[in-house]
């Protein structure tokens, strides 16, 4: 199948400084992929959709301005974390749909972020 | 909207026993529906999946799925647990229509399995 990547796997920063997190369609092109967050024994939850080429459509609730989503080729997508604080720590995934089958997305290995 | 249940955050079982882990879903238009599972600190792996045509459908590990629409319904089960299957499921759920791939996801059931 598919694999999408993501990286970094972890990272720990200081509150107030921005991390940018990738995440790589391997072995296809992707002109859309997702970005969810997962908290601790939670399901996940969308948060943007990156579309290749033009803006990010963000859920509602979710800062635009803090999570900068840029999706400059057909197989990079970022998610850039802005001023983080410890609230923004989480588990990071993103996924790309399947553009054959039109039926499943892809998911990334997803990526720890912790905020001290 | 759609939506998806998961009943049960957690469910445990002996190792050798039936595994069922339950999913119900809410569309007002022709369902995909998932089982994907998810070990600590990892990404998801799709189990199986139900887009159209026969309604039981097998997956990687051992696991299977009926969608009953009557029901609406996707519950997951697996006849013979392993140790190897202890871990988090979602199920989840989009729109039977292509090129829309936004996913509804459960709240997840974590499966422990009993030595």
């Known amino acids: 199948g598919a694999v999408v990547s993501q990286h970094p796997s972890r990272v720990i920063c200081k509150s107030g400084t921005s991390v940018k997190i990738e995440c790589r369609s391997l072995d296809f092109q992707a002109t859309t992929m997702f970005w969810y967050r997962q908290f601790p024994k939670q399901s996940l939850m969308l948060m943007a959709t990156s579309n290749e080429g033009s803006k990010a459509t963000y859920e509602q609730g979710v800062e635009k301005d803090k999570f900068l989503i840029n999706h400059a080729s057909l197989t990079l997508s970022t998610l850039t974390v802005t001023s983080a604080h410890p609230e923004d720590s989480s588990f990071y995934i993103c996924?790309?749909?399947?553009?054959?089958?039109?039926?499943?997305?892809?998911f990334g290995p997803g990526t720890r972020l912790t905020v001290l | 909207a759609q939506s998806v249940t998961q009943l049960g955050s957690h469910v445990s079982v002996s190792e050798g026993a039936l595994v069922l882990l339950r999913c119900n879903y809410s569309s007002s238009v022709p369902p995909y529906l998932f089982w994907y599972v998810q070990y600590p600190n990892q990404g998801l792996q799709l189990l199986l999946k139900?887009?159209?045509?026969?309604?039981l459908v097998k997956g990687i590990n051992g696991f299977e799925a009926e969608f009953k629409k009557s029901e609406t319904s996707f519950h997951l089960t697996k006849p013979s647990a392993h140790m190897s299957d202890a871990a988090e499921y979602f199920c989840?759920?989009?729109?039977?229509?292509?090129?829309?791939?936004?996913?509804?996801f459960g709240t997840g059931t974590r499966l422990k399995v009993l030595a």
């Open positions: 996924s790309a749909p399947d553009r054959v089958s039109s039926t499943e997305q892809f």
């Open positions: 989840a759920v989009t729109r039977g229509a292509s090129g829309t791939y936004k996913y509804i």
């Open positions: 139900y887009t159209t045509g026969a309604t």
